[in-house]
């Protein structure tokens, strides 16, 4: 099993940074390779970013493509998504999630292990 907490959310203006950060436990972290996902409001969850085990290995998608970073720190048990340049339509619930394989991941259904969110809001 393995815990996901996420934190960092919050209100900011279009064109502002936030770094969320999502902490681990139940599991050695650099056995499990991680990802973030977001869900607009009537909207469906969908892929942001995804770095592998070792971190060696990341993925973005192209919506956040040169504005949003991900990283982590396997002594510290935490993976961040540093996010600049923030547009309203980041607007979304971020949550990170886990999986024991060895690639990174797009689809949701790849992820056995959720956090419960957390929500960032971007006002124009």
């Known amino acids: 099993q393995v815990q996901l907490v996420e934190s960092g959310g919050g209100l900011v203006q279009a064109g502002s940074s936030l770094r969320l950060s999502c902490a681990a436990s139940g599991r050695t972290f650099s056995s499990v390779a991680m990802g973030w996902f977001r869900q607009a409001p009537g909207k469906e969850r969908e892929f942001v970013a995804a770095?592998?085990?070792?971190?060696?290995?990341?993925y973005s998608a192209d919506s956040v493509k040169g504005r949003f970073t991900i990283s982590r720190d396997n002594a510290k048990n935490t993976v961040y998504l540093q996010m600049n340049s923030l547009k309203p339509e980041d607007t979304a619930v971020y949550y990170c999630?886990?999986?024991?394989?060895?690639?990174?991941?797009?689809?949701?259904?790849?992820?056995?292990?959720w956090g419960q969110g957390t929500q960032v809001t971007v006002s124009s």
């Open positions: 999630a886990a999986h024991t394989g060895w690639n990174t991941r797009r689809s949701e259904n790849g992820y056995a292990y």
């Open positions: 770095i592998s085990r070792s971190g060696g290995s990341t």
